[in-house]
């Protein structure tokens, strides 16, 4: 966390998602974390209008943009996974007149998004997230994870409406030393 809130720090960053956050950092009311502390946002720069956290996820509402991070482990059952995709749909479908970005780490493997293989959570996904016709804004050929022994894959992902897609000035997964196996992504 150290890494990646430095790094964020020297990119001017005021709103961060995090997937797996360090508990001891989230110390103030800048911070928002999701029902099992899996997902969490912090924001320094703006108004919280609304906030709601669930398992897996965590939601924002700023003046125009409505904010979701996902953290969903690659160890719950299925049937698990599957509610907590329903769950998150639904809430995202009530924001859809705002701007609405979603990123976490959501520990699947989608072949049309670069992944050797299709499991079951990614066909969940893939079909759930153009249920409510959100775009994967993540780039061809950028890995966001990397474990010797594991290989690297893309369980990293960022979603954004149309309404958002019109306005999003860029993405990148960055190269810096993040102290974790997973990419910072901005």
Known sequence: MNACWEIAVRRGCEIILLSEPDRRTIVDDRWVVSADSGAAILVSCAAVHNKGAGPGNVRVELARVVLFSVYLSPNSDFLVYARMIVDLVEEIARWMSKIVVVGGDF?????????????????????????????????????????EGVGISIPDLTFVNMRGLQRLLGWEV?????????????
């Open 174 to 186: 960055l190269g810096e030393e993040t102290l974790s196996d997973h990419s910072n992504n901005f």
């Open 107 to 147: 520990n699947v493997k989608v072949r049309s998004w670069e992944s050797a293989i299709d499991d079951r959570r990614g066909r969940l996904l893939e079909d759930a997230m153009a249920s409510v016709d959100l775009q994967r804004v993540n780039r061809r050929g950028e890995m966001t994870f990397e474990r």
